[in-house]
């Protein structure tokens, strides 16, 4: 008897949330009207840069931007500091500025309280991944002075007798803040500090939200399939979620990395991705694992 054709679901919730689409809709558009640069992947998906960049976007790095004159140039959701903006102006470099509108509203957040800590002492902390571009973008606000830690173990670099403005970069997650937070306490308490310790939850609940759908989806399905670029760190966290959730998790960064063991007997099969993750990749590994034989 024949076996019934293998299930294949995408998961509704992966894929690309609302600032990186919003930036891709922006280069498409300005790519109608010529040749735009892109300072940084887009997205860290090798697929959909390659994507674009088939459509006559040109991906350039720091120092490159650097040398350009007179072109339009895209800032991605990511966002830059306060540095690139002058280069731009000082080149005569348009700026495409598809800088999340979270994002940007967190970059004037950090500036704010940049501002305050000069005037009380202070200090400007940032939770997130030390040369991450947002972080960059972030800590370009303080004209370079803000602490960044990356976990708890870090906080020994914080001086917690001085005031304290603790911001999260938009993809870290609310628990790691909430042990950064915690461990500050401790160690303000240690030190008997009584300096103001002001805290702010800035993790984009586009992302903070996925953790949980990902492991009821993980679940749901015999073998699951994450697609994502191996550059994307909020793929690889994520990717972690899926493993805990089923064991039978594989990723992959596109459809020719699909190994047909992987779901031998298996009647249901789950594909996922990171925020990073285009919806039309997701569906060509679905098709391809349905054809699997
Ligand atoms: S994760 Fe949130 S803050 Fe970051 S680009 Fe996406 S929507 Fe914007």
Redesign the pocket.
């Known amino acids: 008897m024949a076996h019934p054709p293998r299930k294949v679901e995408i998961d509704p919730s992966s894929g690309f949330?609302?600032?990186?689409v919003r930036?891709i809709r922006m280069a498409e558009d300005e790519l109608k009207k010529g040749v735009l640069y892109s300072l940084g992947d887009i997205v860290h998906n090798e697929r959909e840069v390659a994507r674009l960049n088939g459509s006559g976007m040109r991906t350039v790095n720091r120092e490159e931007f650097e040398q350009l004159h007179g072109v339009k140039a895209l800032i991605r959701?990511?966002g830059e500091p306060p540095a690139t903006y002058w280069t731009a102006e000082k080149n005569d470099i348009i700026i495409a500025d598809a800088t999340?509108?979270?994002?940007l509203n967190?970059q004037k957040k950090v500036h704010q309280a940049y501002i305050r800590s000069q005037q009380d002492g202070g200090q400007v902390v940032i939770y997130g991944k030390p040369g991450h571009a947002?972080v960059n973008g972030l800590v370009g606000q303080t004209e370079d002075a803000a602490v960044v830690i990356a976990s708890e173990e870090e906080t020994g670099k914080i001086d917690v007798l001085r005031p304290i403005y603790l911001f999260a970069q938009?993809?870290m997650t609310i628990a790691g803040l909430q042990r950064i937070r915690e461990a500050i306490e401790k160690e303000r308490t240690l030190q008997g500090s009584n300096a103001p310790f002001e805290v702010n939850d800035t993790v984009?609940?586009?992302?903070s939200n996925r953790e949980t759908n990902l492991t009821l989806f993980a679940r749901l399905h015999e073998v699951v399939v994450f697609v994502c670029g191996s550059k994307s760190s909020n793929g690889k966290a994520l990717y972690e979620v899926c493993l805990s959730a089923n064991p039978n998790s594989f990723m992959i960064a596109g459809a020719t990395d699909l190994r047909k063991e992987w779901f031998n007997g298996a009647d249901t099969v789950g594909v996922c991705g990171a925020?990073s993750t285009p919806r039309w990749l997701m569906e060509e590994v679905a098709e391809k694992i349905k054809r699997l034989e």
């Open positions: 949330c609302y600032g990186v930036a959701a990511h999340c509108p979270v994002v967190l947002e938009t993809t984009c609940r586009q992302v925020t």
